[in-house]
């Protein structure tokens, strides 16, 4: 008998402790908790952290998290207001801020990421639609920066009235206002990557490469008729080195011509023997320059040379 008293005094409280920590529930500081009782909700959103009771196996607790959350947008296609199909990837940041509401209409995080896909997909959309292409990839109406390719061109920007981050914040507006009644709360949006379509990005790779040809056209003219103006002064300045080189050539020769005339006018105002040394040396040297192997050489008895050699016997 009282053996018994004891295995069911042992099962009492094992089941009173069952009991006890299937009423209790914990919630940490990044949760949040809604209890319901039947599938509905009961009572508010549990937000403190802590340890909290419940009433066991009737009630049951859901918990949804209290950080911010991403939302990643899939990259569509998505025509401008001036017509350019473009690829815009976008992201998004939110929150649970009402998790009763939240609990009420969507359920759990998977319902709200294909709402908010709904939502903030088509007010991408919405608002690309509105704008034109200028608008989407700028900011502000900065000053254009001239680059040493483009320096003789007036480069001129479009001026922009809203500009990419108004863009993203109109996104982010009109996005609250559709998701005030979720029960959550979309904190930031931005464009991740805007790309033109692969038709459109042929279109304007060809004709960037065209500009860059155009480019490269002018400066290889420049380059040419730069290598033309420097080849003229250096013929202009070899022709007048060699100008003065000649007339200096000449001046030297002239010269040396008048000393020469002064030597043979000096040497004929000396003695006979002396005048006609010169004359045998100028004779010689006439000879030297006007004879050779194969010339046949005829001999006058009037001739200077005749003479010479006749003084030498």
Do not use: C
Not at 46 to 67: E, M, N, S, T
Not at 132 to 143: K, W
Not at 245 to 258: C, K, L, M, N
Request: glycine share 6%.
């Amino acid at each position: 008998m009282k053996g018994t008293k004891k295995i069911f005094t042992g099962i009492v409280l094992v089941a009173a402790l069952f009991l006890f920590f299937s009423s209790m529930y914990i919630v940490n500081e990044t949760q949040q908790v809604v209890i319901t009782q039947f599938g509905k909700p009961v009572g508010n959103a549990i937000v403190d952290p802590g340890i909290h009771l419940k009433v066991p196996f009737i009630q049951v607790a859901h918990y949804f998290d209290k950080r911010f959350l991403e939302w990643d947008g899939y990259p569509n296609q998505v025509p401008t207001k001036d017509k350019r199909f473009i690829w815009v990837d976008s992201y998004s940041r939110w929150r649970i801020s009402d998790p009763l509401l939240f609990f009420q209409r969507l359920r759990d995080e998977t319902g709200a990421h294909s709402r908010l896909d709904d939502i903030l997909d088509g007010e991408t959309r919405n608002a690309i639609a509105s704008h034109d292409l200028i608008e989407i990839v700028r900011t502000s109406n900065r000053q254009a920066v001239e680059t040493s390719d483009l320096e003789e061109e007036q480069t001129t920007l479009e001026n922009i009235s809203t500009g990419r981050s108004g863009i993203e914040q109109i996104i982010l507006e009109t996005s609250q206002k559709r998701t005030a009644d979720l029960g959550i709360e979309v904190l930031d949006f931005k464009f991740k990557r805007i790309n033109y379509v692969e038709e459109v990005q042929k279109k304007v790779f060809e004709r960037m490469i065209t500009e860059r040809k155009r480019i490269a056209d002018k400066y290889r003219s420049e380059g040419q008729g730069e290598a033309s103006r420097i080849n003229g002064e250096k013929d202009r300045e070899l022709k007048r080195i060699q100008s003065e080189a000649y007339r200096e050539a000449q001046e030297i020769v002239g010269r040396a011509d008048a000393s020469a005339t002064q030597i043979y006018n000096e040497a004929y105002n000396m003695s006979r023997e002396t005048q006609e040394f010169y004359q045998f040396l100028k004779t010689m040297e006439t000879y030297e320059h006007t004879i050779d192997k194969t010339t046949t050489f005829i001999l006058s008895t009037e001739g200077d040379f005749y003479k010479f050699i006749q003084g030498q016997k």
